[in-house]
């Protein structure tokens, strides 16, 4: 069973536009990791944000995090073409062993 | 190429046959992972290593996969006796350190015909 599940399952944005999506979890984690794979690609690691920080920067990603409420936002600030792929959360457990645990995913379209 | 490299980038082969996937992590890392994604869904955690040794296991599905690292560096995914389930993508990743963000090789595309 998969820890993260995000939401929206699809996103499609002009570029230029803003893209949130959201991950809601079911543990108490260590800390939380955003994902991104094109297609047929492997996933490429965004940022990664401490149970004990509550928002990060990178660039034109912004994260959120409310451990209160055990979900997570992905920002994506004046999107452009190349932003289009799959974003995927992915939960990291102590008690489990720090392995990642991703959710399903939103996949992100942006129309030039 | 400083990246994680997997091999075969495909791979065809009936039901029943046996297969092994290879992964060739960044050089340096300790900690090396593998995943299965099936088509539109999130990957799934297989096994974990950290050095020679299997440190987790848990995601394996049965007996009929197992998975090796000997020297600490390249590992290997075995499937026996594989079934037309199996079909997915699976997913290499290495990382410094455990608990560290993961660097992803490309996959392997497994069909089970």
């Known amino acids: 069973s998969q820890q993260g599940e995000e939401d929206p399952q699809a996103l499609s944005i002009q570029e230029g536009e803003n893209a949130t999506m959201n991950c809601s979890y079911k543990t108490s984690i260590n800390n939380l990791q955003w994902y991104r794979q094109n297609s047929g690609r492997g996933l490429v690691h965004l940022i990664l944000i401490r149970s004990n920080e509550r928002e990060k920067h990178s660039g034109r990603l912004r994260v959120t995090l409310d451990t209160s409420k055990k979900s997570s936002s992905l920002l994506i600030t004046a999107s452009r073409a190349a932003d289009t792929a799959s974003y995927f959360c992915a939960t990291v457990v102590k008690a489990a062993g720090n392995k990642l645990t991703f959710g399903g995913g939103t996949r992100v379209l942006v129309k030039p | 190429g400083a990246g994680v490299s997997q091999t075969p980038s495909n791979k065809v082969t009936e039901k029943g046959k046996y297969v092994e996937l290879r992964c060739d992590p960044i050089s340096g890392h300790t900690a090396l992972y593998w995943y299965r994604q099936s088509l539109g869904q999130g990957p799934e955690f297989l096994i974990y290593f950290q050095g020679t040794g299997a440190a987790d296991d848990s995601g394996l599905p049965n007996d009929r996969f197992f998975a090796v690292r000997p020297e600490g560096s390249v590992s290997t995914l075995k499937i026996q006796r594989t079934e037309r389930g199996d079909s997915a993508v699976y997913l290499c990743?290495?990382?410094?350190?455990?608990?560290?963000?993961?660097?992803f090789g490309d996959g392997t595309r497994l069909s089970i015909l």
């Open positions: 990743a290495s990382s410094l350190k455990r608990g560290e963000p993961q660097h």
